[in-house]
């Protein structure tokens, strides 16, 4: 018997990784994917739908077409978009953050998540 594998969606749109409450990801594949293909230029998408601490969800989309990143933020029927041609990561302790960056210029924050993966092995 063959199972068909069933992809996460929200509001019947296929999402690639879910942040929770405590920022904690479900899968980090997509967005490191992601972040690689604006290094070789490469168009991609990526879809992230984030739980703020009263449990409502957002979604995060983000848009490359080879060298403009587009960012969309949808919470609360409200859209904000922001474009930037690059990003910086950073990391403070296991807390890991995406920023969008048009030049040297910061522009917002896209993605933050704590890699728990990171916590626990250090405390064995």
Do not use: C
Request: charged share 25%; aromatic share 14%; proline share 4%.
């Amino acid at each position: 018997m063959l199972f068909n594998r069933v992809e996460p969606t929200f509001d019947n749109e296929p999402i690639d990784a879910v942040i929770d409450s405590i920022k904690e990801i479900d899968n980090k594949l997509p967005v490191w994917r992601f972040f690689e293909n604006v290094f070789l230029n490469k168009p991609d998408s990526i879809k992230i739908v984030i739980y703020n601490i009263e449990g409502e969800p957002a979604i995060k989309k983000l848009n490359l077409d080879g060298e403009i990143i587009k960012y969309t933020y949808i919470s609360d029927g409200s859209i904000k978009e922001y474009m930037g041609n690059g990003f910086k990561k950073t990391r403070y302790g296991s807390d890991i953050n995406y920023d969008l960056y048009q030049n040297d210029k910061f522009i917002v924050n896209m993605i933050a998540y704590t890699n728990y993966d990171k916590l626990i092995n250090t405390h064995n």
